[in-house]
């Protein structure tokens, strides 16, 4: 499975690029994957319509916007690419909003980027990490951050969780984004360091799926996590929908999950 540094090598790296608005922030990952060979142009115009049509959900923490579209005959291999803007943008996201990070995704399928999802979502979601990011030289200095050790928000041993009221069987939590492999593996991984940390790994698993297979696999689950605008595309599944703001927040996951079981005084906070 592929990691990190392998999906995102430097030369898909740009820093303090100009945009003009959300369009041109997506466009120039869009032009690294091009011209590293990750994608076609048809792939950048696919992930301008996947925000056109499903809104800002990709703006996945505070600054960050994580760009992707379906797999598609546009994806050459699977790849990533990194911009940090001039100046931050606008992409509607009602909490997350100016984005100045920008990552795009080009993916054949949802196995490939797993780990490599879950090392960066790590990495966004440690304060000093996010901030070395944020202030990186070269693209050099930013891509020796991106393949060192995430610290901060390990996922932990987990040592019990006191007033745990998990029903006996396995349940299933489905974190959803409009394609399904980028942003809700996002949501997922941060949940599992969650889960990891109460040691309520054995009783929940996660799946990370999109709004269509969702609807299907929604009687599944005992909840859904997405995003706002995610949350209304889907409507009545007939279980809960909790929404997230910050897709790389354990902090949040974890209310987000004692909100969900209804479990106060565990000892899996921060």
């Known amino acids: 499975m592929a990691e990190l540094s392998d999906l995102l090598p430097v030369e898909a790296v740009r820093l303090d690029v100009r945009a003009a608005g959300w369009r041109d922030a997506?466009?120039?990952?869009?032009?690294?994957?091009?011209?590293t060979g990750a994608s076609t142009e048809a792939y950048t115009t696919e992930m301008i319509d996947n925000v056109a049509a499903n809104g800002p959900y990709i703006v996945v923490a505070p600054g960050f916007a994580f760009?992707?579209?379906?797999?598609?005959?546009?994806?050459?291999?699977?790849?990533?690419?990194?911009?940090?803007?001039?100046?931050?943008?606008?992409?509607?996201?009602e909490a997350n909003d100016p984005v100045e990070?920008?990552?795009?995704?080009?993916?054949?399928?949802?196995?490939?980027?797993?780990?490599?999802?879950?090392?960066?979502?790590r990495l966004l979601g440690d304060p000093a990490t996010a901030a070395a990011l944020r202030e990186a030289p070269t693209p050099q200095a930013l891509h020796a951050v991106l393949g060192g050790n995430p610290g901060g928000t390990g996922s932990g041993t987990?040592?019990?969780?006191?007033?745990?009221?998990?029903?006996?069987?396995?349940?299933?939590?489905?974190?959803?984004?409009?394609?399904g492999v980028g942003t809700s593996l996002f949501l997922k991984n941060t949940l599992e360091q969650v889960l990891d940390r109460w040691g309520w790994t054995p009783?929940?698993?996660?799946?990370?799926?999109?709004?269509?297979?969702?609807?299907?696999?929604?009687?599944?689950?005992?909840?859904?996590?997405?995003?706002?605008?995610?949350a209304r595309t889907l409507g009545d599944v007939g279980v809960p929908v909790r929404v997230v703001e910050d897709f790389t927040s354990a902090k949040e996951a974890d209310r987000v999950l004692r909100d969900t079981y209804d479990v106060t005084g565990t000892d899996g906070g921060e």
Do not use: Q
């Open 67 to 93: 760009a992707h579209a379906r797999p598609s005959p546009a994806v050459l291999r699977t790849g990533m690419a990194w911009v940090r803007l001039a100046e931050p943008v606008e992409f509607g996201h």
């Open 101 to 121: 990070l920008v990552a795009g995704l080009a993916a054949r399928d949802a196995s490939e980027h797993t780990a490599a999802m879950a090392a960066l979502a």
């Open 158 to 179: 987990g040592t019990g969780t006191g007033s745990v009221r998990v029903r006996h069987g396995m349940h299933k939590i489905l974190t959803v984004c409009g394609n």
């Open 203 to 230: 009783y929940v698993t996660v799946e990370a799926t999109d709004t269509i297979s969702a609807k299907g696999k929604a009687s599944e689950a005992v909840a859904i996590l997405t995003s706002r605008e995610i």
């Open 26 to 35: 997506v466009r120039a990952a869009g032009d690294l994957l091009v011209a």
